[in-house]
Antibody
Framework: EVQLVESGGGLVQPGGSLRLSCAAS????????MGWVRQAPGKGLEWVGN????????YYLDSVKGRFTISRDNAKNSLFLQVSTLRVEDTAVYYC???????????WGQGTLVTVSS | QSALTQPPSVSAAPGQKVTISCSGS????????VAWYQQLPGASPKLLIY???KRPSGIPDRFSGSKSGTSGTLAITGLQTGDEADYYC???????????FGTGTKVTVL
């Protein structure tokens, strides 16, 4: 059974940082692109970024470029999102998702909430 | 990065049919596959349709997708109360090298 479990969210002040993690199991992690999607309270889905199987390619939402970094550890079946210089508007539930060949995502985690507030 | 355009809400009685449109451009829907997601209240998104019109295992055939030009459409037939949810389309944008979601549509069963 494919499972994705996020962790690392919490309350942080504007300008602060967090490292979100996603533990993957039930599939060959190193064979898939992985991605992060966020959802602000009461708002729609917003793609944050993707990372290639070997980490050699990464793509980001314009508004997070230079502040967020996606990485992965294939030996530990883990995906990470380092979020820095956080803004109030970054407050959201952050989901990790497996990216299929078609570009869509069939498997999602339960999400981890990041709240940016003073 | 602009979101794909969806109607804010659609509604119909149980057993009826609803369709949800998703409008994009040549750089996104026009040259890429469309996917559709269902998000029940308080839950993670669930993939309903991929590659324009394919259903993952376990998704009932009441859900169908299509694409024409720069627009995609999700149809739900035999509407059930359990279908009340938010629905999002999604696709890749070649010009920006980003994935883009639609603005979301709330389905209400009357």
């Amino acid at each position: 059974e494919v499972q994705l479990v996020e962790s690392g969210g919490g309350l942080v002040q504007p300008g602060g940082s967090l490292r979100l993690s996603c533990a993957a199991s039930g599939f060959n992690f190193k064979s898939y692109w992985m991605g992060w999607v966020r959802q602000a309270p009461g708002k729609g889905l917003e793609w944050v970024g993707n990372i290639k199987q070997d980490g050699s390619e990464k793509y980001y939402l314009d508004s997070v470029k230079g502040r967020f970094t996606i990485s992965r550890d294939n030996a530990k079946n883990s995906l990470f999102l380092q979020v820095s210089t956080l803004r109030v508007e970054d407050t959201a539930v952050y989901y990790c998702a497996r990216v299929e060949d078609s570009g869509s995502s069939e498997y999602w985690g339960q999400g981890t909430l990041v709240t940016v507030s003073s | 990065q602009s979101a794909l355009t969806q109607p804010p809400s659609v509604s119909a009685a149980p057993g009826q049919k609803v369709t949800i449109s998703c409008s994009g451009s040549s750089s996104d829907i026009g040259n890429n596959y469309v996917a559709w997601y269902q998000q029940l209240p308080g839950a993670s998104p669930k993939l309903l349709i991929y590659q324009n019109n394919k259903r993952p295992s376990g998704i009932p055939d009441r859900f169908s997708g299509s694409k024409s030009g720069t627009s995609g459409t999700l149809a739900i037939t035999g509407l059930q109360t359990g279908d009340e949810a938010d629905y999002y389309c999604g696709t890749w944008d070649n010009s920006l090298s980003t994935y883009v979601f639609g603005t979301g549509t709330k389905v209400t069963v009357l």
